[in-house]
C-alpha cells in the first residue's frame, strides 16, 4: 500500500488497513523508527480492567484486576480514585 505525506505532514492510512487493525477515527497511535522504517502501532487500553469492588471477606472497597494483570501503578490508583465517592 502507497500513501502520500501532506505538505503538514499527515499521511492517510487506507481504509482497508484501518479496518483491518481496528482503528478508528480519534484513535491514538505511537510512531517510532526501526531500521530506517517508520512504524505507527495503535496505543491500545490494556484488556484488563481495574475497578473498585467490596472484599467479600472484609466487606471495605478493594482494587481489583483480575488473576493476570499487571501491577498497578500509582498514576492508575490515582485515576481510580478519582472517580471514587
Known amino acids: 500500500m502507497e500513501t502520500t505525506?501532506?505538505?503538514?505532514g499527515k499521511v492517510v492510512l487506507p481504509a482497508s488497513l484501518r479496518k483491518k487493525l481496528g482503528i478508528k477515527d480519534g484513535d491514538k497511535l505511537t510512531a517510532n523508527s526501526l531500521n530506517g522504517n517508520i512504524?505507527?502501532?495503535?496505543k491500545r487500553k490494556p484488556k484488563f480492567?481495574?475497578?473498585i469492588i467490596t472484599s467479600p471477606i472484609t466487606g471495605l472497597p478493594v482494587l481489583t484486576s483480575g488473576p493476570n494483570a499487571p501491577t498497578l501503578t500509582?498514576?492508575?490508583v490515582a485515576e481510580l480514585l478519582s472517580d471514587f465517592p
Request: proline share 7%; aromatic share 0%.
Open 49 to 51: 480492567e481495574t475497578r
Open 74 to 76: 500509582s498514576e492508575m
Open 5 to 8: 505525506v501532506s505538505e503538514n
Open 39 to 42: 512504524v505507527l502501532s495503535p
